[in-house]
């Protein structure tokens, strides 16, 4: 089976190369960015700018390759891939949630950037807690526990760097 998946715009950041980005939009901050849709998605967008913040889902465009073992940011020891939010991946499909400032003539005014530019968009979902965040007592972050406070402000390392 084959997917093929055409991108129905593109994001604008103020990262360049993988190295130095945040690592999550929680460790974005205010880090501003635009989203521009093609001109024949744009009425799509009509009633998005009633919601604080939206899901982007986007092509990894940088990415290559992939291990199924992974020392990610928050640990010093291996996980499996899955059990990660490691950018190269079999499938490279960023996810990312963002807060919509404004809405303008097809652009998306966005903060809390985390992805590279010009990232070619898949998909925008609007972000609704009541769907989107399973109730708290049911919810466990596995070998993260302990260590998620600490992703705020990480920026990527040679980890994230294109192979070549």
Do not use: C
């Amino acid at each position: 089976m084959s997917i093929l998946f055409e991108p129905i715009g593109v994001i604008h950041t103020p990262f360049y190369k993988p190295v130095g980005m945040p690592i999550q939009p929680a460790g974005a901050g205010d880090t501003l960015g635009t989203v521009e849709l093609l001109p024949v998605y744009r009425p799509g967008l009509q009633d998005l700018d009633g919601f604080s913040h939206i899901i982007l889902l986007y092509y990894l465009h940088r990415s290559q390759g992939f291990d199924l073992q992974v020392t990610p940011f928050l640990d010093s020891q291996p996980h499996g891939l899955f059990a990660t939010r490691a950018p190269r991946r079999p499938n490279s499909i960023g996810l990312s949630v963002v807060r919509l400032r404004r809405v303008h003539d097809g652009v998306l005014y966005v903060t809390g950037v985390d992805m590279l530019d010009e990232s070619p968009l898949l998909d925008i979902k609007p972000y609704v807690p009541d769907f989107d965040v399973p109730v708290a007592t049911a919810v466990t972050v596995g070998w993260l526990e302990g260590r998620v406070q600490h992703a705020a402000g990480r920026k990527a390392d040679a980890r994230f760097q294109d192979k070549d």
